[in-house]
């Protein structure tokens, strides 16, 4: 694939444009300017989470909303920065072209690197886009009305995959006898990079009296920083590798870029003020190129040049820590990297107002595609190099990997929700999801097929028979294929007991189908393996809320809350052993190693929220305690003492303590401070062995493969402490106002992957604080920011990715970047 932008942006604006000034009209224009620019603040956003149309203050439990001012103005534009800017969720900062493992709360057990396989992309959070779960999200932040955090377990109201919090993106809705247009457009330029530009325009057009439409299209186009070499620089020209896309280039320049085009269509019908039908279409399409971070020499490599041996190396060095390569923005690939990505979904919504409750019905239909390009040499010499024809002196080639992953279902949910009157109120719903998932990867050499036909005549085509005709050089092939069905009843019913103690109790009762199908394929025939499995079950969790009105302004709650993950199938493939006697016999994989069991948490949780000090001080505390049931963690099978088989298994039981807090405070009336913690430490609570194999009562010393998980390790994955923290001058003038912003964000120490003992030792990165800071000026319809991101140009690392011969990766934050925004808004 060569390195090309794609964008639809051209016709998309056009029609945009071409449609306003003949569509515009006169509509309370005063009003709606001064509502768009007045600052949405955590506490008065409405939000849904709950249920029901309330401000975060109201909800007992640990929600916050971030609504479009404030995601405007920390340039917040997808869940990455969303992330980063949270302290209670955490994940590796890595490139665009990467799925994230995501932790919330500390409920983590994966390791936190780059991994080109979403197969060990692992999250606890539940991802919304409006009212349909996506198995994750990777829609840009436009045009949206505001994000809601759900913090714990969320099993009730939100289902399977809400194993410690939930992420909703709520978008804008057409509006009736209002027509308004937005157009927003950033430029920026990262430290080493090229310049960027970031564009969007929404319109909101009424049609009649009862119908309206909005349309929305977004542009990215980055241009990246980290440069990119084919080859190791210490690789003599007789070993160097065929660059690729051109065999000619060795260096390519700023080639982490990404270019991203998407958008929304919605159209709103209201024949009445008690009902309302939306119809409404997203579509994105992503090309995100390249991997930000820097490669390092080898370890052998920088000792050898400093003349340094054994336990002097050893000392000094480990492959997290060696010099890089050339500088900190430059990586080692021979192949081009890339991962394009479509996201489309079709949604359609109604509202009616009963005359006892409200009901709302959402149906949609989502499919979520990525397909891309790996380099892998060092593993392509690991896997392949033994082959006399593919080793590092003998030919110029390299490996690479592809994957094509495809996500797609059906979503149906309908609930009724109480109206307000009485002392009970209650909401009841039911949630139908059909889904299908699959993940493909490749590994390729070329050459290969005429290196293994001329070494021992093998015969690809005929090895792999009906699996995958036509193919050409593919050493290894997998295929995970999932289909999940869920049909569940859930509700709430609250009574007010005292004019102030609210009493919930919640449950979802839920009948689900999974069926899995993974197929493996290699060249050697070690890891062929082609099992499926069908697993069904009935389940149910609940959740218990106490809250009582301290004040008029202030809320305590304690809740005990409950979370689900559904289970899967590995690979993994029987193999043999010798007996006492001398004998071969077969060594069965076990059936916790072959399937794993969904798993679960128990949340408990004491918090308080709302306004002190005459309304100046907005707040929200809680301490939580999670207890992690049958959590899934990696696994693997090595066959052949070579050839791993990677999966997951249930391990034993986890828990996570800690808390959380944040505040706003309205120093004067031009000042406002914001600062917000989060303390988190998981651990195992019980030690516990798994193995492959099931035992063989003849060979009492056969190597099972099994690992064992003792109590007291750590999790990882998460730091213990978090803090942001900020500062807002707001003032108006005579004509125009003018707002000045400073954010911080410290992310304390993070082990980059758990530990299986007390006593284990893993990868911790460093701690490091970061710097943001904005200036904007506002007057009648317009808007312009400068603004700078990183402001001290911190090299703080955040993820990595593995080396195997070829330097480790190191990724860092992005580094300084400036940019300037400007916007337009016309009612």
């Known amino acids: 694939m060569q390195a090309h932008h794609k964008s639809r942006l051209a016709l998309l604006i056009s029609a945009a444009l071409l449609s306003a000034p003949a569509l515009a009209q006169q509509a309370a224009q005063d009003e709606a300017k001064d509502n768009k620019l007045k600052e949405e603040s955590l506490e008065v956003i409405e939000v849904t989470g709950s249920g029901r149309l309330a401000t975060a203050a109201e909800i007992p439990m640990n929600i916050s909303a971030v609504g479009a001012a404030e995601l405007r103005r920390k340039n917040i534009t997808d869940i990455k920065d969303l992330i980063a800017d949270s302290v209670e969720i955490s994940a590796p900062g890595n490139s665009s072209r990467f799925a994230e493992s995501v932790t919330v709360r500390g409920l983590n057990v994966s390791p936190v690197n780059a991994n080109n396989l979403e197969q060990f992309a692992r999250t606890t959070v539940a991802y919304y886009l409006d009212d349909t779960p996506l198995p994750n999200i990777g829609y840009r932040i436009k045009d949206i ?34 027509f308004s247009f937005d157009a927003n457009a950033s430029l920026f330029q990262v430290k080493n990079g090229g310049l960027s530009h970031d564009t969007d325009f929404v319109i909101n057009l009424p049609i009649s009296d009862t119908l309206a439409v909005r349309a929305s299209v977004a542009n990215l186009d980055d241009a990246g920083f980290t440069d990119r ?35 929304k269509i919605a159209l709103l019908w209201q024949p009445s003020d008690d009902f309302t039908l939306t119809l409404s279409h997203i579509q994105q399409d992503q090309l995100a190129h390249g991997t930000t971070g820097a490669s ?18 050893d000392a000094k060095y480990s492959r997290y820590t060696t010099p890089f390569q050339v500088n900190d923005h430059t990586i080692v690939a021979t192949y081009e990297e890339y991962s394009d ?11 009616w107002q009963l005359d006892f409750a409200r009901l709302h019905s959402s149906t949609s239909y989502f499919e979520d595609s990525r397909k891309g390009q790996a380099d892998y040499l060092g593993y392509g010499l690991v896997y392949y190099g033994w082959i006399p024809d593919l080793a590092l002196d003998a030919t110029n080639e390299s490996a690479y990997i592809t994957f ?9 949910e309908t609930r009724l929700t109480s109206n307000d009157d009485g002392p009970l109120t209650w909401i009841a719903g039911i949630f139908h999801t059909d889904t299908e998932k699959r993940l493909i990867f490749s590994e390729f050499y070329p050459g290969f097929d005429e290196a293994t036909n001329n070494f021992y005549g093998f015969d690809r085509q005929a090895w792999y028979g ?32 005292t004019d102030k103690l609210d009493l919930t109790l919640g449950a979802r009762i839920f009948r689900y189908e999974d069926e899995n199908e993974p197929l493996i394929v290699d060249y050697t025939g070690v890891t062929n393996s082609r099992s499926s499995s069908e697993t069904s079950g009935t389940e149910s969790f609940f959740k218990f809320n106490a809250a009582y009105q301290m004040t008029d302004t202030l809320l305590a709650y304690a809740t005990f809350s409950q979370g689900f993950r559904r289970g899967g ?11 006492q006697d001398g004998n071969t016999v077969p060594l069965t994989v076990s059936e916790g190693a072959q399937n794993y069991d969904p798993d679960s948490t128990n949340n408990y949780e004491l918090g308080i929220k709302g306004f002190m000090l005459d309304r100046d001080l907005y707040m929200q505390a809680n301490v939580y305690r999670i207890e992690w049931d049958d959590v899934q963690t990696y696994f693997s099978q090595t066959l052949d003492g070579i050839f791993p088989l990677n999966g997951t298994t249930n391990g034993p039981s986890a828990k996570t303590e800690g808390f959380e807090f944040s505040s706003r405070y309205q120093l004067s009336d031009e000042i406002t401070l914001r600062y917000a913690a989060a303390r988190t430490e998981g651990e195992w609570t019980e030690t516990a062995e798994r193995c492959v194999f099931d035992p063989v009562p003849n060979a009492p010393e056969a190597d099972l493969q099994c690992r064992t998980w003792e109590k007291g390790g750590n999790l990882g994955g998460t730091p213990k402490w978090r803090h942001n923290f900020g500062v807002s001058y707001d003032t108006n003038f005579e004509v125009g106002y003018l707002s000045v912003n400073l954010d911080g964000r410290y992310v304390g120490e993070t082990p980059s992957d758990r530990k299986d003992s007390i006593d284990s030792e893993v990868y911790t990165r460093d701690s490091y604080t970061l710097y943001n800071a904005s200036v904007s000026y506002g007057r009648d319809d317009w808007k312009v920011s400068l603004w700078v991101d990183n402001l001290t140009d911190e090299l703080a690392e955040t993820s990595g990715q593995t080396d195997l011969g070829q330097g480790w990766r190191t990724i860092f934050v992005r580094p300084r970047t400036v940019g300037v925004n400007l916007s337009y808004t016309y009612y």
């Open 296 to 313: 390092r020499l080898t370890v052998d490599y920088a000792c050898e040049q400093e003349g340094l041996e054994g336990e002097a190396c």
């Open 145 to 178: 009305n505001r994000v809601e955090k759900l913090l714990g377990p969320q099993g009730t109201l939100y289902g399977g995959g809400s194993l410690g919090g939930t992420i909703r993106y709520i978008t804008n809705q057409p509006v009736l006898d209002e």
């Open 466 to 497: 009906d699996t995958r005709p036509g193919s050409v050089d593919e050493g290894y092939h997998e295929n995970f294929h999932n289909q999940y069905q869920e049909t569940a009843l859930f509700g709430e019913l609250t009574w007010a007991a």
């Open 404 to 412: 094509d992953n495809t996500y797609k279902g059906f979503n149906h």
């Open 229 to 263: 070499i084919a080859n190791p620089v210490y690789f003599p020209d007789a070993l160097k590798r065929i660059p690729d896309p051109n065999p000619n280039q060795e260096l390519y320049e700023d080639d982490d870029w990404e270019e991203t085009t998407g958008g």
């Open 341 to 351: 990505r479509e996201l489309s979904l079709d949604s359609i919504d109604f509202d």
């Open 569 to 579: 199938t590995n690979g993994f493939k029987d193999d043999t052993t010798t007996d």
